[in-house]
């Protein structure tokens, strides 16, 4: 058994100390997950709060068949799900047939500022693109680009079949594609080309 379940465990039995110990664990990725989601520092604080909070209140409706951090992460994106919902954000229909998978920042440390600035406005043109994604497609992303979680882990807390949800991430990725294109503020390269680079590699 897992240190994270068996403070799941304790906390159920009303141990408050082990369930601290449980939101020390998480508190950040949490937080940056539901950041990717609304944009705002100060939205991501209070919604990692509601996720804990809530999660305290649900502790009896974790039965271990899933990770601690699945059980979290659907908590997470259910409340961010319902938080763009309550703000009405517009959503904006768009398609790509010709997109491709997008990479996301580069997380590794660098020592370049040029690298480290060129992340950071990656980073807010993602901010910026992923709110005009529908709500499945952003969630899509935010699990399996920003939080990591395999297709299989994915697929449980959706209840979706993996191809399915597989997909589902490949059309999310090609309508952020197409949004960041049409924004033009940072470059991407074309299908065409990036289909030749992948040939030339490979």
């Avoid at 319902?82 to 997380?107: A, H, I, M, T």
């Amino acid at each position: 058994m897992t240190e994270e379940k068996v403070w799941i465990q304790r906390a159920q039995k009303g141990d408050a100390a082990a369930f601290e110990q449980l939101v020390t664990a998480y508190e950040r990725k949490v937080y940056a997950l539901a950041l990717r989601s609304t944009g705002s520092e100060a939205d991501a604080a209070d919604l990692t709060q509601e996720v804990f909070l809530r999660a305290w209140r649900s502790l009896n409706s974790f039965r271990g068949d899933s990770t601690v951090s699945t059980w979290l992460y659907r908590i997470t994106m259910n409340i961010c799900i319902d938080f763009s919902r309550k703000k009405s954000l517009q959503l904006v229909p768009l398609s790509d047939e010709e997109g491709n998978e997008l990479p996301l920042p580069d997380r590794r440390t660098t020592n370049s500022p040029e690298a480290a600035l060129e992340n950071q406005e990656l980073s807010r043109e993602l901010n910026t693109a992923l709110k005009q994604l529908t709500p499945e497609h952003r969630q899509a992303i935010l699990l399996r680009d920003v939080s990591g979680l395999t297709y299989q882990e994915i697929g449980r807390m959706l209840a979706l079949e993996e191809g399915t949800v597989k997909s589902r991430l490949a059309r999310a990725r090609r309508n952020l594609r197409n949004i960041l294109i049409k924004r033009g503020n940072i470059s991407l390269p074309s299908a065409s080309k990036e289909h030749e680079r992948r040939q030339e590699n490979g």
